[in-house]
């Protein structure tokens, strides 16, 4: 499966945004999908995961109660709402892809996108 990331962007703090991951060449509902972050210096980090058919959701501390993944199997994407954004937000968001890990990690993702910038000013 090939998965594309979009819409990041520049935004003030208190902002929202709306990421996509778009997949082709198989179907989406074959993974798990999670969304990670990197931040400049910084290890890459899960921030939000949902299982194959939805129902079972993760999110990080530090997005709970601001991020909401997920994902409409028959358009072959997911999704990720970014609200209340704060300045330590910024970084490239990844989607990637897993088809039997649960819970998510770096190393059970089968198949990664390439990122999308994410930059929140305060």
């Known amino acids: 499966v090939q998965l594309q990331a979009s819409g990041g962007g520049l935004v003030q703090a208190g902002g929202s945004l709306r990421l996509s991951c778009a997949a082709s060449g198989r179907s989406l509902g074959s993974y798990a999908m999670g969304w990670f972050r990197q931040a400049v210096g910084k290890e890459r980090e899960l921030v939000a995961g949902i299982t194959w058919g939805g129902g079972t959701k993760y999110y990080a501390d530090s997005v709970q109660g601001r991020f909401t993944i997920s994902r409409d199997n028959a358009k072959n994407t997911v999704y990720l709402e970014l609200n209340n954004l704060k300045p330590e937000d910024t970084a490239v968001y990844y989607c990637?892809?897993?088809?039997?890990?649960?819970?998510?990690?770096?190393?059970?993702?089968?198949?990664w996108g390439k990122g999308t910038q994410v930059t929140v000013s305060s």
């Open positions: 990637a892809a897993a088809l039997s890990s649960w819970p998510l990690n770096q190393n059970g993702m089968d198949c």
